[in-house]
T-cell receptor
Framework: NAGVTQTPKFRVLKTGQSMTLLCAQDMNHEYMYWYRQDPGMGLRLIHYSVGEGTTAKGEVPDGYNVSRLKKQNFLLGLESAAPSQTSVYFC???????????FGPGTRLTVL | AQRVTQPEKLLSVFKGAPVELKCNYSYSGSPELFWYVQYSRQRLQLLLRHISRESIKGFTADLNKGETSFHLKKPFAQEEDSAMYYCALWGAQKLVFGQGTRLTINP
């Protein structure tokens, strides 16, 4: 099993450009999450999904959109990237709400 | 609102010394608390959760509801314990992380 995978690993964008980060899991988990990790701030939840076709806002959703069209995939979109979105993005999944979350390797995004 | 505070950004101890990573939380309900760890060049992974009350890699953590704390402890630190440690709280539909503590074990 690959677990949780993220594509791409690195990306550099210019302000105003758009992109989509892909998260895939092969563990048949219902719950999926997108976090951003910034120095001194820990991990903050951007959006999450409790099942195929559902999405919900987390702590810092502004500037991001998500979709969960298939159970195994959770996409994070930036419509118009800003330098404040420079961060490391982590995807995670879990079987149920209080279960252990399994994390992907992260995507390092730089917005110039 | 739920909140997790890890007061130490950096913690450095010598090999063989005891180590304690502090975690305080605020939450009006019954908390589900976790410690996650990220070793160098590895993924973030679960270290332990309070509900299972187990010791993982020699680490233990006790939930103190009176002091709203969930400190992580190990009696004898090893060099391989050097990592970033995050305390996290499940509440109100999401997992909230503390700011993290970078633990360095000196030889």
């Amino acid at each position: 099993n690959a677990g949780v995978t993220q594509t791409p690993k690195f990306r550099v964008l210019k302000t105003g450009q758009s992109m989509t980060l892909l998260c895939a899991q092969d563990m048949n988990h219902e719950y999926m999450y997108w976090y951003r990790q910034d120095p001194g701030m820990g991990l903050r939840l951007i959006h999450y999904s409790v099942g195929e076709g559902t999405t919900a806002k987390g702590e810092v959703p502004d500037g991001y959109n998500v979709s969960r069209l298939k159970k195994q995939n959770f996409l994070l979109g930036l419509e118009s990237a800003a330098p404040s979105q420079t961060s490391v993005y982590f995807c995670a999944s879990s079987f149920e709400r209080y279960n252990e979350q399994f994390f992907g390797p992260g995507t390092r995004l730089t917005v110039l | 609102a739920q909140r997790v505070t890890q007061p130490e950004k950096l913690l450095s101890v010598f090999k063989g010394a005891p180590v304690e990573l502090k975690c305080n939380y605020s939450y009006s309900g019954s908390p589900e608390l976790f410690w996650y760890v990220q070793y160098s060049r590895q993924r973030l992974q679960l270290l332990l959760r309070h509900i299972s009350r187990e010791s993982i890699k020699g680490f233990t953590a006790d939930l103190n509801k009176g002091e709203t704390s969930f400190h992580l402890k190990k009696p004898f630190a090893q060099e391989e314990d050097s990592a970033m440690y995050y305390c996290a709280l499940w509440g109100a539909q999401k997992l909230v992380f503390g700011q993290g503590t970078r633990l360095t074990i000196n030889p």
